[in-house]
C-alpha cells in the first residue's frame, strides 16, 4: 500500500546529541514536510521541499537540518543546537499545491531528551 | 499575525450532533481544511472548502463563510471512535498552511 513511513516511532535523546528521524514515501509526491506537534499549539512548520535537492525553511527551522537528495526521503535531523527539541514530529507529503491538494501524514516520531 | 482560533475541547454524547467552529484571521484565503487525530497518531484528511457553503461527505459536513472569516465542522451522529482532536486549517495568500491548535472532542456513552 502506499503511504509514508516514519522511523523510529519513539526516540529519546541525551542533550548535545545529533539524531536523525526518517521518512520515506512510495505515493510518488514531489513535497514533502516536517512538522512540529507540541500540546495546545498547532502544528509549527520545520522544513518543507517542493523538488529533489531543493528545500525550504519554515517557520521554526532553528536547531534543525533536513536533506532531499531522493524523491522518496526527507530525513531530518535534530542538532544539539535546538533547545527545546522534546516533542511529536511529523512527515507529510503532497502533491505540490496546497490548493486542493491534501496532505498525507506518517505516524509520527516521539523525540524525548533525557 | 496570522490567527487560527478554535475550541481547546468539546464533550457530546454517543448518538448526538457536535459542531466545532474554526474562525480564522490570514494574510489571504485559499482554502481551509478539517483534519482528523487520533491520540497519538497522525492527522488524516476530512474535508477542504474553499467557497462558500456547506460540504457534505457521509456523516461529517463542512461549513465556510469567507466574509465572516469562519467554518465549522459538523458531526452527526456521534460514535465513539469520533473520541479525536479535529484540527483546522488555512491556506494563506503563499500557499502556506497555517493550523489551528485543535479541538479535543470527547464522546460520552
Known amino acids: 500500500d502506499g503511504g509514508i513511513t516514519q522511523s523510529p516511532k519513539y526516540l529519546f535523546r541525551k542533550e548535545g546529541q545529533n539524531v536523525t528521524l526518517s521518512c520515506e514515501q512510495n505515493?510518488?509526491?514531489?513535497?514533502m514536510y516536517w512538522y512540529r506537534q507540541d500540546p495546545g499549539q498547532g502544528l509549527r512548520l520545520i522544513y518543507y521541499s517542493q523538488i529533489v535537492n531543493d528545500f525550504q525553511k519554515g517557520d521554526i527551522a532553528e536547531g534543525y537540518s533536513v536533506s532531499r537528495e531522493k524523491k522518496e526521503s526527507f530525513p531530518l535531523t535534530v542538532t544539539s543546537a535546538q533547545k527545546n527539541p522534546t516533542a511529536f514530529y511529523l512527515c507529510?507529503?503532497?502533491?505540490?499545491?496546497?490548493?486542493?491538494?491534501?496532505?498525507?501524514f506518517g505516524e509520527g516520531s516521539r523525540l524525548t531528551v533525557l | 499575525g496570522q490567527n487560527i482560533d478554535q475550541p481547546t475541547e468539546m464533550t457530546a454524547t454517543e448518538g448526538a450532533i457536535v459542531q466545532i467552529n474554526c474562525t480564522y484571521q490570514?494574510?489571504?484565503?485559499?482554502?481551509l481544511f478539517w483534519y482528523q487525530q487520533h491520540a497519538g497518531e497522525a492527522p488524516t484528511f476530512l474535508s477542504y472548502n474553499v467557497l462558500d457553503g456547506l460540504e457534505e461527505k457521509g456523516r461529517f459536513s463542512s461549513f465556510l463563510s469567507r466574509s465572516k472569516g469562519y467554518s465549522y465542522l459538523l458531526l452527526k451522529e456521534l460514535q465513539m471512535k469520533d473520541s479525536a482532536s479535529y484540527l483546522c486549517a488555512v491556506t494563506d495568500s503563499n500557499y502556506q498552511l497555517i493550523w489551528g491548535a485543535g479541538t479535543k472532542l470527547i464522546i460520552k456513552p
Open positions: 505515493l510518488n509526491h514531489d513535497a
Open positions: 490570514t494574510s489571504g484565503f485559499n482554502g
Open positions: 507529510a507529503s503532497s502533491i505540490p499545491s496546497l490548493v486542493t491538494g491534501e496532505l498525507f
